[in-house]
């Protein structure tokens, strides 16, 4: 997989442009879902000190499947901190093990939402010239523990924070028609579970 750059200024010099929007993303769930269970705060808001800002998910967060199958996920999302929606960037990278050696997935940010209740979509498209066995695109849907002012949560982070998030990872075709904006494509009422399970699933991969 080519490691791509993840502060603002480097992907602007690179030639990257935005594909965002502040509204949800209008996607049907595919087949393939692993939950994101983090063990605590995990996802690390940094500014830059010249406009730019970086928020990154902790290295090989660990996350599951249905059939209790191991994943290991990297996200990090790079932005202008006056305008997020409109600047966003990102990669996403899931592993099969926890070295981060076996690489199912590497791609980047092909679309960005957010839903109201502290909910931010991305949409990945996977890298030209990327392997691995699992579909694209695929989208991340993550949920703030905490309350957070305004629409769009990565609007109102405070630099240095860490957040704790529940989420999943999804597989997704176009939708047919519009989703409500109030409701989160598949994170919805199985969210709940996942937030329950997640603590001691985790604890058997910790140590």
């Keep these: 997989m080519t490691i791509l750059?993840?502060?603002?200024?480097?992907?602007?010099?690179?030639?990257?442009?935005?594909a965002a929007s502040a509204a949800p993303i209008a996607v049907a769930p595919g087949e393939v879902r692993i939950d994101i269970a983090p063990v605590g705060p995990a996802l690390t808001y940094v500014e830059?000190?010249?406009?730019?800002?970086?928020?990154?998910?902790?290295?090989?967060?660990?996350?599951?499947?249905?059939?209790?199958?191991?994943?290991?996920?990297?996200?990090?999302?790079?932005?202008?901190?006056?305008?997020?929606?409109?600047?966003?960037?990102?990669?996403l990278s899931v592993?099969?093990?926890?070295?981060?050696?076996?690489?199912?997935?590497?791609g980047v940010l092909g679309g960005y939402?957010?839903?109201p209740g502290d909910v931010v979509q991305?949409?990945?498209?996977?890298?030209?010239?990327?392997?691995g066995s699992l579909p694209a695109p695929l989208l991340v849907e993550l949920v703030f523990a905490q309350d957070l002012p305004g629409d769009d949560p990565l609007a109102n982070l405070t630099d240095g924070e860490?957040?704790?998030?529940?989420g999943a990872i999804e597989s997704v075709?176009?939708?047919?028609?519009?989703?409500?904006?109030s409701l989160?494509?598949?994170?919805?009422?199985?969210?709940?579970?996942?937030a329950i399970g997640r603590r001691g699933r985790t604890d058997r991969h910790v140590g």
């Design 5 to 18: 750059p993840r502060t603002l200024a480097s992907l602007c010099a690179a030639g990257w442009t935005a």
């Design 48 to 91: 830059d000190g010249a406009g730019g800002a970086d928020l990154l998910l902790d290295p090989l967060t660990f996350g599951f499947d249905a059939a209790g199958e191991d994943y290991y996920i990297d996200l990090s999302l790079a932005y202008g901190t006056q305008d997020p929606a409109g600047t966003v960037f990102g990669t």
């Design 95 to 106: 592993y099969d093990d926890a070295t981060g050696s076996d690489l199912l997935f590497g």
């Design 113 to 115: 939402g957010t839903i």
């Design 122 to 131: 991305v949409l990945f498209d996977a890298e030209r010239g990327g392997a």
């Design 162 to 166: 860490s957040y704790e998030v529940v």
């Design 173 to 181: 075709v176009p939708a047919p028609v519009p989703l409500p904006a």
């Design 184 to 194: 989160p494509l598949f994170l919805g009422a199985g969210i709940a579970m996942a």
